[in-house]
């Protein structure tokens, strides 16, 4: 089974240009994260869909940050225009949707790690 | 906000010796606990859960504890190897709904 794929693996850009990570979740897979991961920190959430619906965004700046996730499967995240301290890895991952077992876990991609200078 | 404390921050020990890391969340509704190992440039990858029906659960070298009532959780890795080396991240989930703790860089010395 293939798992999380994300693209590209690194991005450098200067301050205020535009950038955009992609992400194709495990198959069959309803949900999908965005996380943010600075050096020595935790992933932090961003954004979570369930299917094509946003549930969770309200750790997004929705001033810079965007994103979309069409026909309920690969999802874009887009920095517009990005900024010096938005240099950190962008996480994506995917679960089921829980079944009797309750399974939670998450599968991670392998990250974009985006420089701004 | 919820929270996840995770310490230490970071932890040396000997081969063959063990490693405790603790965490501590503050969302009393989290009921799975999972923890994720991520070594230097490459993706989180889950190594041990548990859910708040347990306290606890062991795999091979690895071993995880739950205190519900307490609210903390402890990963315990036995007879440490050098590929043990990495950054281990605990997480509280309350259904979708991940909070990660802040990792522990473990190093293991040959």
């Known amino acids: 089974e293939a798992g999380v794929v994300q693209s590209p693996r690194y991005k450098i850009i200067e301050k205020k240009q535009p950038v955009a990570f992609w992400c194709n979740p495990i198959?069959?897979?309803?949900?999908l994260y965005w996380y943010l991961q600075n050096l020595g920190q935790g992933p932090e959430l961003l954004i979570r869909y369930e299917n094509e619906e946003a549930v969770d965004d309200s750790q997004l700046p929705k001033d810079r940050f965007s994103a979309e996730r069409l026909k309920g499967v690969d999802s874009t995240l887009k920095i517009q225009p990005a900024e010096l301290g938005d240099s950190a890895v962008y996480l994506c991952?995917?679960?089921?949707?829980?079944?009797?077992?309750?399974?939670?876990?998450?599968?991670f991609g392998p990250g974009t790690r985006l420089t701004v200078l | 906000g919820e929270n996840v404390e995770q310490h230490p921050s970071t932890l040396s020990v000997q081969e063959g010796d063990s490693a405790v890391i603790k965490c501590t969340y503050s969302d009393s509704a989290s009921n799975y606990f999972p923890w994720y190992k991520q070594e230097l440039g490459k993706r989180p990858q889950l190594i041990i859960d548990i859910r708040s029906n347990v306290g606890e659960k062991k795999d091979q070298r690895i071993a995880v504890t739950l205190n519900k009532t307490a609210k903390h959780f402890s990963l315990h890795i036995t007879e440490t190897q050098p590929e043990d080396s990495a950054v281990y991240f605990c997480?509280?989930?309350?259904?979708?709904?991940?909070?990660f703790g802040t990792g522990t860089r473990l190093k293991v010395l040959a």
């Open positions: 991952a995917s679960s089921s949707l829980p079944g009797l077992a309750g399974s939670n876990e998450q599968f």
């Open positions: 997480a509280a989930i309350r259904t979708y709904k991940y909070i």
């Open positions: 198959s069959g897979h309803n949900t």
